[in-house]
């Protein structure tokens, strides 16, 4: 079983930047490919990065490539998503999410994740 927490999301202005984390529970952390996602109010949730076990192979939502960056600290069982140039469209519930232990490969598909967290708002405003 993983348990995962996420943090550091917040009210910021068109244009500024977070930094999300994801505290992870267990000592199987390393062998998950982790992942993020979003819903935003009225819409579907949606992927937006992951990541493999190894750091190795990232894979990014063409709406968020070039502006987020996905990176994880096995070390200290964590996932972070660094957001920069926000726009309101990202306004959203951002959630971390953990594939099956041993897992390697990271998805873009949300039914491939096991452990979801309780997510964590961003509002971007104009």
């Known amino acids: 079983q993983v348990q995962l927490v996420e943090s550091g999301g917040g009210l910021v202005q068109a244009g500024g930047s977070l930094r999300l984390s994801c505290a992870a529970s267990?000592?199987?952390?390393?062998?998950?490919?982790m992942g993020w996602f979003r819903r935003a109010p009225g819409k579907e949730r949606e992927f937006v990065a992951s990541i493999s076990r190894s750091n190795s192979v990232t894979y990014y939502a063409d709406s968020v490539k070039g502006r987020f960056t996905i990176s994880r600290d096995n070390a200290k069982n964590t996932v972070y998503l660094q957001m920069n140039s926000l726009k309101p469209e990202d306004t959203a519930v951002y959630y971390c999410?953990?594939?099956?232990?041993?897992?390697?490969?990271?998805?873009?598909?949300?039914?491939?994740?096991?452990?979801w967290g309780q997510g964590t708002q961003v509002t971007v405003s104009s």
């Open positions: 267990g000592r199987t952390f390393s062998s998950n490919a």
């Open positions: 999410a953990a594939r099956s232990v041993g897992v390697a490969a990271p998805s873009m598909g949300a039914g491939a994740y096991a452990f």
